[in-house]
Structures are given as structure tokens and as C-alpha cells.
């Protein structure tokens, strides 16, 4: 797809140091080290951003895989909209493969002088009709497959937020079906510019279209305000839950502590180049494995969607030869929300487990549903989306990636290594909590040779799974060519 003539490159704006965020964060010129905290609770995770875009006073520079029209979704659009109005500069851009039927939203947006939305890698027919959108992908599948898979939310080129979250109900613990387990990290200083630095590549790279020229609609003054009036009912209707969270947010950026739970380190930031040329290798990937490689003592990996492969299985035993401790959090059948995505790691689980690395699939029992949700509603499962990695207890790995063959070869990811003792055991503890408190199954072998998931005296012998549809559909998943797309 040509670059639009008329599609002006942008960047990111000097940080000032004068402004609130900066204030709040102790952000100073000619700083060499981040600002870090890691946000494990989802509550927490959606009152931080709400803070981040009121607090800003000059730029809002968002990158999504997902962005959803629901309660969190508009609430947060009305956020980015009341920033325009005031004068802050936001560019928005979005993965395409998530916004069948949003084109007249995101025109509508568009048409605000303050905001520009750019779609990532996008579908060219664009009726809101999903079978179309399945057969353009199939005919051009080379380039329709290659996703945005980045998160990251910046303000005022000061501070931001990295992680595993993308925009949606399920990330902050408020949808009716089912809930994420998931990690962020709130950055500032130093990191910040580089992030920025990835967000202007993306931006301003000839894979990222402008809404204007890919969408044919032009919306009008009257559509405008329809689509305010819509974010409007959406606020009144979910009034209870924003009262919640705008609580929360008060407390946070009051929180007189804040300066001493922020952990000062020197950070690298990884990402992939927003277009990979068939051959070349990922930096993200490569560099996270090499980082694997030199572990000396023991290795936790907690990965939504694991699926190694032969080369980190080679790499596994490589550690474990010398005796690293090598231990793996991921989701069981009744968790994970992708079916298909399971069988990749189920073909390697036998071989994982008779190396010696110990595994941990999260639970989906709805008793752990006030950890992760304050909804009273009876929803169907709980499920892991977080991507971390911890090194020796003094490194840290957080970020967007999981460790399975779409992130390593076929997404863009982005995320951010830390070498820093505190940050890692901050990170580490919200898990192994997890593991202590039961939310995960330990999967091992009983005394004859048979696969069971334990946790102290419960054991059960036959895989979890939310339905049999559930375990038919993955039987059937297992059986197609499908492993080099998970």
C-alpha cells in the first residue's frame, strides 16, 4: 500500500518539565534513569490512565492492538476528547484487524482538530461485513498477518504505561464474561523518550494509514455530537463503576508515598520495526532470548500464550543442564481465551515437564474473581494475559510479548528490560502470591506416570476446561497445520 503524499510525518513533542505530570513523577532535564511501578491490580491499571490523560497538558500518544467500544473504552475516547478540547495534541494509532464496523467512530473522532487516528497495516475493503474482512485476509495473508500487537500509553512525553493491558472491560476487570490477570508498568524519565522515540517510527512508517484517506465517510458537525451524546450515556450509565475509579485515581496521584514506591533504574526499551523484511530476525525476541541464555540461577517466565518452540526447548535444557530452576506460568484449557492457541503449547507440555521445568497453569475458578474484578455479575472465567520474564531475581522483563511463534516472527511487540533487584521482586511477588493462594495448578506426574494438576492436597486428574465444546474444539485445533500462526 503507497504512502498518502498528503499524510504528514509528526513527533513527539520535548518533554516540560514544568508541567504536572513531570511534577508528579519528579521528572528532571538530563536525567539517565526511569521511574518505575508495576500495576498488577486492574482496577488500579484503568484509574492510573485516567490520571495520565487528565494530567496532561500538551501531547497523548496512544498505540493499541485493541481498543473496544465498551465501558472503560468510551470512557476513556470522552478522556482523550476532553484533552483535545483543552488543547493537547493526540494521535491515536490503532492495529486495523479490531475495528471492523468502526470506521464512522474513528472519522468522527478524526475530525477533532487536536486528534489524528493512523490504522496500522490495514484491510483495504472496508465494509463492516466479517466475511469480507476473512477473505481479504486469506487472499493477502503475507501482509494482513503481520499485527501491531504494541500497548502504550504516553502523556506529555513524561510518563507512560507499558504492558500487557490493551483497551477493554476484560483488562480492567468490568466485563460480563470474563476477566484478564495482567501486568503493566508505569515508566517515567528516561524511558519515556525512548518509548516515544518507537511510537514516532510507527506513526510516521508507510504501514500506518491516516483514518482520512482509508475511510470514505465524512462525518458531519451532527455526528460529531451524536457520537458525544453516545459517550455521554455511557458515562451516566456506568456511573457507579467511574465513581469507583475516580476514587481510586484521587488516591493514587495523592498518595503521599508515591515517590517512595517509584523505583529508580536504568531501563532498555525493545521493539520490533513497525514492517519485517521476509528473512530478517525480530530485535524484540532475539534480544529477550539472548537475556534467557544468560541466567545463572532460575528463570520465571509467565506468559499468556507459551508455545517454545525447539529452539527454546533447546535453550531450557541448556539452563537446566546447569542447574538453573526454570519455572513457567501459564494458562490451562478452562483459562486461556484462545482455544487454538493452547494445542500450540499442549504438543510441548510432556517434553517441558520431563526436562525438569516446573508448570503452573492459572485457574479459572470464579472464588478468585474479587482479585481480579469488582463486578458483582456472574461472569464465565478468569484468564492470564500477562507477558514477564525475571531473571535471577535482579532483572525484569515486561512487556507485550508472549513467548509463541506469532510474537516472535509474525507481531510487532514492544516492552522493557530492567536490571533492578527491587522491580523484580515486586513483579515476582504479585505472582508467586498467586501461586501460594492457590490460583494456579501445578502440573506434574503422579506416582505411575500420569499427568495431574495439584495444588496441596487438591488434585484432580483430568484436564480443567470450561465445557466439552471446549475440549472437542481443541482437539479439533490440535489436529490442523495451524502451529506456525499461534
Known sequence: MPFHKDQIPSYAISPDYSVPLAKLFNVSNGSTTSKLLAIHNNDEALAWRIALIEQAQISIDAQYYRWHPDISGKWLISKLIEAADRGVRVRLLLDDIHTLGADRRIATLNRHRNIEVRLFNPFKIRWPIQLFRIFELLWNLTRLNHRMHNKLLITDNAAAIIGGRNIGDEFFGINKSFVFRDLDLIASGHAVKKLSNSFDLFWNSAISKTARRLITFRPGHMDYRHMKKNLDKNIIRSQKIISRIEKLKDKLINNPQLQNELISSMTEVFYDLPFIETGTKKHMAQELYQRIMQTKKQLTIISAYFIPGEKL?????????????????????????????????????QQLLDMGVELFEFRAELKYLSTYSASTINIDYLSLHAKSIIYDNHSVYVGTLNLDPRSEKLNTEIGLFIKNSDLAESVQHGFIKDINEGKYWQVKYDNHGQLIWQFGNEIISTQPARSLWQRIAKTIYYLLPIQQHL
Do not use: M
Open 313 to 349: 526447548i533447546a535453550s531450557f535444557q541448556t539452563l537446566i543442564d546447569k542447574g538453573v530452576h526454570v519455572r513457567v506460568l501459564t494458562n490451562s484449557l478452562a483459562s486461556i481465551d484462545i482455544t487454538p492457541a493452547f494445542t500450540g503449547y499442549e504438543r510441548y507440555r
